[in-house]
């Protein structure tokens, strides 16, 4: 089975860009994975924020088009989100998300902290 970490998170300042990594581990089979990224605030549900097919086809949130951008490796077995232009509004834990033929692993969460 797929099991995700990811790392790279912290505090930046507003205007300032981050870029997350989530190493994946556990499949032969990483290339059939679609996997993604997805954000979630204290007490609030958890939001998609960009994804990216086995064939390398992305989709985005409306509130991050144009400022971030999700990327794979797969022969590492990785899985980037490079974020810029940061907003306070983007503060958040991020999580890794691969999803397979109905079967969905999580990574545990990074925080993100946008704040002068």
């Known amino acids: 089975q797929l099991q995700l970490v990811e790392s790279g998170g912290g505090l930046v300042q507003p205007g300032g860009s981050l870029r997350l990594s989530c190493a994946a581990s556990g499949s032969t089979a990483f290339t059939m994975w679609t996997m993604g990224w997805y954000r979630q605030v204290a007490g609030k549900q958890r939001d998609l924020v960009a994804t990216i097919t086995s064939g390398g086809n992305t989709n985005y949130a409306d509130s991050v088009k144009g400022r971030f951008t999700i990327s794979r490796d797969n022969v590492q077995k990785m899985v980037y989100l490079q974020m810029n232009s940061l907003k306070p509004e983007d503060t958040a834990v991020y999580y890794c998300?691969?999803?397979?033929?109905?079967?969905?692993?999580w990574g545990q969460g990074t925080q993100i902290t946008v704040s002068s």
């Open positions: 998300n691969g999803r397979m033929a109905g079967i969905q692993r």
